[in-house]
Nanobody, 123 residues
């Protein structure tokens, strides 16, 4: 019933920009903290950025200054604006969100993952 849908990935040249979106849908009470991760095959998943329920961001050192995480709580969407992209940014990007959903006993929190979107930075 609850789903995270990602979009915005693709092929971009070095120095280019992409905006990734992570949209939550379903019987949602509240989308709480949201994280963006990226993963290259054979390597551990890396936390790229996070944002709290009130919009306070944190960034990995590897992308600091080049990306901006933001959210639209009314639409249950979190964005990852990526600028000055480098080949090292090539990865599958995933969003993860802790979402409060309706249950018979009241709202409860669960962790959800998006399916991932491929970002390729290449000339």
């Amino acid at each position: 019933q609850v789903q995270l849908v990602e979009s915005g990935g693709g092929l971009v040249q070095p120095g280019g920009s992409l905006r990734l979106s992570c949209a939550a849908s379903g019987s949602i009470v509240k989308v709480n903290a949201v994280d963006w991760y990226r993963q290259v095959p054979g390597k551990e998943r890396e936390l790229v950025a996070s944002i709290t329920s009130i919009g306070s961001p944190n960034y990995a050192d590897s992308v600091k200054g080049r990306i901006t995480i933001s959210r639209d709580n009314a639409k249950n969407v979190v964005y990852l604006q990526m600028n000055s992209l480098k080949p090292e940014d090539t990865a599958v990007y995933y969003c993860n969100a802790v979402i409060s959903i309706v249950t018979r006993t009241g709202p409860r929190d669960y962790s959800y993952w998006g399916q991932g979107t491929q970002v390729t930075v290449s000339s």
